[in-house]
């Protein structure tokens, strides 16, 4: 390592966006309770510094009672019915929407009617028309809508971007971007799961995994797809109906830059980022996955650099940060203007790969 | 590192090519004197086991003459058109053709009508057409024919391909490639080089050094491209003619695996290749550059290895297997129809680029 070349990158896992002192927590209602909400969400909550669960919504009586244990904070279990009947307001100041992605519409719409701030896992929806009413339905009452990209938190895929910004690799110039894992074998081994069911996913592979290696390159270049071109295909019965279980897609970025992404629904889980420049070279292996170590290396002419870094929990940045956006009464940031960009891409690559040819995103 | 999980790769850089005792040394005539054969392909051959140079030739007297010093095996140097009239002939026994591309055609078929053994630089030659009549010169006198994949002989590639082909990832899902490099700033200086030029290359960045990526995907899967599609864009004027400055080309293969792939003449050096299956992913990376280190990483479900092994000069294990195969009566690989192959795939890329849509790679 030669400090003259290549940064030192202090204070490596730093939160950024945190300068002020704020008051107070915010409470959160957690809308779905599939095994992200009660793996990962909750307890990211917990370890919080700004957050805290207070109501859990799920579809019955049952599953609701199931998770009420997950958290000490938690005081009430609602079903959905109840949800939508403005059950519990008093309790939650925000709602996180983890429901299936053609799903999030109405309790998004609920939320902005309660007037409660909104987190929404991504894909926004499962489709850009819904997408699309979704994220009117928190301007129209102008609710807080962030779109639940954890990887925009991530203090690597931050330390990538300044990087970036700060021309360390000179000019971009090519991206790969790659995740996969095995999700009937190891994530949920149901073939009958609603990512398999085009209605309720709006495809399974692409808008899955195949977002985080798109999103996360268009966060690290700052810059926006026009243009893609793409393949899909299907090994496996499951994944008939939706069609795509592995994907290859080409993106160009309006900065110039292309990218060469992959995804699949059915190979060992791996995950990269990779951009290269006119002058060096930022890669995260691995890169996306919570549960996973992250490394990241930077590249500059012949000198390249591993930095260490302690792993920081995804979502516990994610929570935090929007909390604190609230408290600190900021605008929350990747808002539904920029999910919807990705939403507008992912129609066009499930479109490049029906139609074999290069498809032109359309412009908001 | 788990010895139950991961294999142990005993003898990484074995030649296991090599079987027999030889005798003899096969004696080369190396057409064509830019800096790769000067700094790169006779002093590999100086260190090799089965090879000398016996014979340069190049365009004029006083490039031969600066060449003769290069090894003290040189006994002849000769121009070109000497070359085409036999002189020295009795001196060499197999030629390296390494002009531009589009100029191998008249030295392989002056080559072949001398009998002598022809190693030819990648690609064939500057278009399908042209490629296909340097083959069939050979063929037609039935002189051995050897396409300098360079990749082909590097340990770290084979063991890929061993490890590949023995299901050690699983069944091959995905595949990433990438080469890049500063060919005006720091390769080739010079903006009126033949790489430049459409019709001494056949395209500057696919032609040159997008082909590593895609035959040594084609080489680890062992499998042949079927449709491409790609993005090709020019940001310098040095590359206004041939079109190709940074390009990004995915390739779908007859065993359904898809690979994402890119490249460019104006970017930081850098090179890798990776495969996911669906039991794990094999990594070389970097992997392209016979004058930067290799790595070879291989994880299969949740382990990992980094695999040490010594360097070894790529050009001298090209040039002794090749050796190896004429001394001992062996057809060398790859051969002209195995390259045929790379130049019909390398049209369809530039058409997909050019039509802005998948194109299917012509069937020979």
């Known amino acids: 390592m030669t400090d003259d070349v290549v940064p030192s990158l202090d204070g490596f896992t730093r939160r950024d966006w945190q300068s002020e002192e704020t008051n107070g927590t915010v409470r959160f209602a957690m809308v779905g309770m599939g095994w992200w909400t009660r793996e990962q969400a909750i307890p990211a909550v917990e370890a919080s510094d700004f957050c805290e669960t207070t109501t859990v919504v799920s579809g019955s009586a049952q599953k609701v009672a199931a998770a009420t244990d997950l958290?000490?904070?938690?005081?009430?279990?609602?079903?959905?019915?109840?949800?939508?009947?403005?059950?519990?307001e008093d309790?939650?100041?925000?709602?996180y929407v983890v429901t299936p992605n053609g799903a999030h519409l109405p309790y998004v719409e609920t939320a902005a009617d309660l007037g409660k701030a909104v987190l929404c896992e991504k894909p926004l929806e499962a489709s850009v028309e819904r997408a699309e009413r979704l994220v009117a339905a928190c301007?129209?009452?102008?609710?807080?809508?962030?779109?639940?990209?954890?990887?925009?938190?991530?203090?690597?895929?931050?330390?990538?971007?300044?990087?970036?910004?700060?021309g360390?690799?000179?000019?971009?110039?090519?991206?790969?971007?790659h995740m996969s894992?095995?999700?009937?074998?190891?994530?949920?081994?149901?073939?009958?799961?609603?990512?398999?069911?085009?209605?309720?996913?709006?495809?399974?592979?692409?808008?899955?995994?195949?977002?985080?290696?798109?999103?996360?390159?268009?966060?690290?270049?700052?810059?926006d797809p026009v243009q893609v071109r793409a393949r899909a295909t299907v090994e496996s019965e499951p994944f008939d109906a939706v069609g795509d279980e592995h994907v290859s897609f080409g993106v160009d970025f309006d900065d110039g830059t292309l990218a060469a992404c992959t995804a699949s629904q059915s190979a060992a889980q791996s995950s990269f980022l990779r951009v290269t420049g006119t002058e060096g070279e930022v890669a995260l292996?691995?890169?996306?996955?919570?549960?996973?170590?992250?490394?990241f290396r930077l590249s500059i002419g012949s000198q390249s650099v591993d930095y260490d870094f302690d792993r920081v929990n995804q979502m516990t940045e994610e929570f935090d940060?929007?909390?604190?956006?609230?408290?600190?009464?900021t605008d929350p940031y990747p808002d539904g203007d920029h999910a919807l960009v990705d939403m507008r891409t992912m129609k066009a690559i499930y479109a490049a790969a029906e139609r074999g040819g290069d498809v032109a995103v359309e412009a908001v």
């Open 285 to 295: 292996d691995p890169a996306f996955y919570n549960r996973q170590e992250r490394r």
């Open 139 to 166: 301007d129209d009452v102008a609710v807080p809508l962030m779109v639940a990209y954890r990887m925009q938190t991530e203090p690597a895929v931050r330390r990538a971007r300044e990087l970036v910004d700060a």
């Open 168 to 177: 360390a690799i000179g000019d971009p110039v090519l991206v790969h971007g």
């Open 181 to 223: 894992q095995r999700l009937l074998d190891e994530v949920v081994p149901d073939p009958n799961q609603w990512r398999l069911d085009p209605e309720l996913s709006g495809g399974a592979t692409v808008m899955d995994i195949g977002l985080y290696p798109l999103n996360t390159a268009r966060f690290v270049l700052d810059a």
């Open 71 to 88: 958290a000490d904070s938690i005081e009430h279990g609602i079903t959905y019915e109840e949800f939508h009947d403005g059950v519990a």
């Open 321 to 329: 940060y929007f909390a604190y956006c609230l408290l600190t009464g």
């Open 91 to 95: 309790a939650y100041d925000a709602v």
